[in-house]
């Protein structure tokens, strides 16, 4: 049995939350590849180290830390959105390295660990996984861009000589990332564990609209070919559009607006901004791609300019491993009785593209009222340390039952 060091592990979650730290409330300011992002993963690196395990950075940057023989892989992510959580990824890879050093310490199941970059999606969506699991090519993410038109290829340079070759899959009998739930089921219901029995499925894409620039106060309102209000039209036709199609759990958000040249007297010449769309059915997500991209050909007409639409990002709905998902149940009834249940997840992981490649699960923690991707992300102490019980007591599990 597996004991972990629940004070060493909140310490350890807290010196991770140093590198970045926004110094608004506890959340964490750590895109892929920044400063701060490199030198957490440095000093991930040694302590992986000093658990015992062979540090590998790939290509990409992902952190692995190799237990000598095959084994079960743990982890998750610690580069973090623009305003990010001190949580979100941090805490599968910070619960992974506890439980490795406390095998080091008292024997038990090989254990590996797995710090994914960009799970952001800085460049992409979910880049470092993406790559590995092979849904996506090396030489197709190098030509990704961040908002700064900075490339993937230039940004991963940065890591310079630490980087070594792809980690083979092979070695790994299966993975479990647990991760913060980051909505708000778990708090509401009051409980401690979700198990993931499903992920949902994204596309995101870039649609310029191209107008024309010219001044506020002379040119006539029928004349003008505004990017702003051909946006502004985009977005309440795709609403009304979208009403017949959706579900409840149907997401789409226009998150990011680039407004050319972004000043209050020019009618704006040109608008980029990022569509984003998520559902659990795959026929759903095509459907919508069709409905998006119909509704930005009709406003072109309409306001007389003109579209284009970057490239399409987009990982397929996916479910969990029947197998690991009862290690999850078996465990979760030993440490919080009947204080957890199965649940979807709307936000997106690295298990997804990891589920390309072997048995994969994940289990989540709550996120007080439901907040994540922001500053006041949070989970009381308590829960994290179930958490980190449950995914100790499944690695056991596995091994009794299966070696
Ligand atoms: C992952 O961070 C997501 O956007 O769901
Ligand atoms: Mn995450
Ligand atoms: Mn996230």
Same mark, same amino acid.
């Given at each position: 049995?597996?004991?972990?060091?629940?004070?060493?592990?909140?310490?350890?979650?807290?010196?991770?939350?140093?590198?970045?730290?926004?110094?608004?409330?506890?959340?964490?300011?750590?895109?892929?590849?920044?400063?701060?992002?490199?030198?957490?993963?440095?000093?991930? =690196?040694?302590?992986?180290?000093?658990?015992?395990?062979?540090?590998?950075?790939?290509?990409?940057?992902?952190?692995?830390?190799?237990?000598?023989?095959?084994?079960?892989?743990?982890?998750?992510?610690?580069?973090?959105?623009?305003?990010?959580?001190?949580?979100?990824?941090?805490?599968?890879?910070?619960?992974?390295?506890?439980?490795?050093?406390?095998?080091?310490?008292?024997?038990?199941?090989?254990? #590996?660990?797995?710090?994914?970059?960009?799970?952001?999606?800085?460049?992409?969506?979910?880049?470092?996984?993406?790559?590995?699991?092979?849904?996506?090519?090396?030489?197709?993410?190098?030509?990704?861009?961040?908002?700064?038109?900075?490339?993937?290829?230039?940004?991963?340079?940065?890591?310079?000589?630490?980087?070594?070759?792809?980690?083979?899959?092979?070695?790994?009998?299966?993975?479990?990332?647990?991760?913060?739930?980051?909505?708000?089921?778990?708090?509401?219901?009051?409980?401690?564990?979700?198990?993931?029995?499903?992920?949902?499925?994204?596309?995101?894409?870039?649609?310029?609209?191209?107008?024309?620039?010219?001044?506020?106060?002379?040119?006539?309102?029928?004349?003008?070919?505004?990017?702003?209000?051909?946006?502004?039209?985009?977005?309440?036709?795709?609403?009304?559009?979208?009403?017949?199609?959706?579900?409840?759990?149907?997401?789409?958000?226009?998150?990011?607006?680039?407004?050319?040249?972004?000043?209050?007297?020019?009618?704006?010449?040109?608008?980029?901004?990022?569509?984003?769309?998520?559902?659990?059915?795959?026929?759903?997500?095509?459907?919508?791609?069709?409905?998006?991209?119909? =509704?930005?050909?009709?406003?072109?007409?309409?306001?007389?300019?003109?579209?284009?639409?970057?490239?399409?990002?987009?990982?397929?709905?996916?479910?969990?491993?029947?197998?690991?998902?009862?290690?999850?149940?078996?465990?979760?009834?030993?440490?919080?009785?009947?204080?957890? #249940?199965?649940?979807?997840?709307?936000?997106?992981?690295?298990?997804?593209?990891?589920?390309?490649?072997?048995?994969?699960?994940?289990?989540?923690?709550?996120?007080?009222?439901?907040?994540?991707? #922001?500053?006041?992300?949070?989970?009381?102490?308590?829960?994290?340390? #179930?958490?980190?019980?449950?995914?100790?007591?499944?690695?056991?599990?596995?091994?009794?039952?299966?070696?």
């Amino acid at each position: 049995m597996i004991e972990i060091n629940a004070e060493r592990f909140i310490l350890s979650l807290n010196k991770l939350r140093e590198f970045g730290k926004s110094g608004v409330g506890k959340g964490v300011v750590r895109p892929a590849y920044s400063l701060s992002d490199i030198a957490a993963r440095d000093w991930i =690196a040694e302590q992986m180290q000093l658990a015992g395990l062979k540090v590998n950075f790939d290509p990409l940057g992902n952190l692995f830390g190799l237990a000598s023989m095959d084994s079960i892989l743990l982890g998750s992510h610690t580069d973090s959105q623009p305003e990010g959580g001190w949580l979100d990824g941090s805490l599968g890879v910070m619960a992974a390295l506890e439980i490795a050093r406390s095998v080091k310490e008292q024997g038990g199941p090989p254990v #590996s660990i797995v710090n994914f970059q960009d799970e952001e999606g800085r460049f992409g969506v979910t880049t470092g996984s993406a790559v590995w699991s092979g849904n996506a090519s090396i030489a197709e993410a190098d030509q990704f861009k961040d908002v700064n038109g900075i490339s993937l290829k230039e940004a991963r340079g940065l890591m310079g000589e630490r980087c070594a070759d792809f980690v083979s899959p092979d070695q790994f009998k299966g993975f479990i990332e647990m991760h913060i739930e980051q909505g708000p089921q778990l708090d509401i219901k009051g409980q401690q564990i979700g198990i993931v029995s499903s992920i949902v499925g994204i596309r995101d894409m870039k649609i310029t609209f191209q107008g024309e620039q010219n001044h506020a106060g002379t040119t006539p309102m029928q004349v003008r070919k505004d990017a702003f209000q051909s946006l502004s039209l985009f977005n309440n036709m795709l609403n009304q559009r979208l009403r017949n199609i959706v579900t409840p759990q149907t997401v789409w958000t226009i998150g990011q607006v680039i407004i050319h040249p972004n000043a209050p007297s020019i009618v704006p010449g040109q608008v980029t901004f990022s569509m984003q769309w998520r559902d659990a059915e795959l026929d759903r997500l095509l459907r919508i791609d069709d409905i998006v991209r119909s =509704a930005a050909l009709d406003v072109a007409k309409e306001m007389e300019v003109s579209v284009s639409f970057g490239t399409m990002l987009g990982l397929d709905p996916v479910e969990m491993d029947k197998n690991l998902m009862g290690a999850l149940e078996y465990a979760a009834n030993k440490t919080v009785g009947s204080q957890w #249940s199965k649940m979807h997840s709307g936000a997106l992981h690295d298990a997804t593209n990891v589920a390309r490649l072997m048995p994969t699960a994940m289990l989540f923690v709550p996120s007080i009222s439901g907040i994540s991707h #922001s500053f006041d992300e949070n989970t009381d102490d308590p829960d994290l340390i #179930s958490g980190i019980r449950v995914l100790a007591t499944a690695v056991d599990y596995l091994y009794a039952n299966v070696n």
